[in-house]
């Protein structure tokens, strides 16, 4: 499995972005997804999960009502919505893929394969 992101990029507080995590390679449909955000100096911390098939979409609570995960089957994608942006969401997104269980889906050693990380940077 490729994993790809994409999407990232500068944008004001209050705005918004699409990243998208394209996905290759052997069939994803039964892993689950997660995305993972690395600021400056901090550790890696999980942001939202959710299964190709199925299941509800899991969020962070520091993302929730904010973030939406969406999938786009047809194109082995996978979109996080992120409105609402703050400085603090500056980070590294990673999108992870693996066949995780919903007790695990935080954890970044729950996922197998990552994709290379797409920037994001909120300022003004």
């Known amino acids: 499995v490729q994993l790809q992101a994409s999407g990232g990029g500068l944008v004001q507080p209050g705005g918004s972005l699409r990243l998208t995590c394209a996905a290759s390679?052997?069939?994803?449909?039964?892993?689950?997804v997660g995305w993972f955000r690395q600021a400056p100096g901090k550790e890696r911390e999980f942001v939202a999960s959710?299964?190709?098939?199925?299941?509800?979409?899991y969020y962070a609570d520091i993302v929730k009502g904010r973030f939406t995960i969406s999938k786009d089957m047809s194109k082995n994608a996978m979109h996080l919505q992120m409105n609402s942006l703050g400085p603090e969401d500056t980070a590294v997104y990673y999108c992870?893929?693996?066949?995780?269980?919903?007790?695990?889906?935080?954890?970044?050693?729950?996922?197998?394969?990552w994709g290379q990380g797409t920037q994001v940077t909120v300022s003004s």
């Open positions: 959710t299964r190709w098939s199925g299941g509800m979409p």
């Open positions: 390679g052997e069939s994803v449909r039964s892993y689950a």
């Open positions: 992870a893929a693996g066949r995780v269980i919903s007790s695990t889906r935080t954890y970044q050693s729950a996922y197998n394969y």
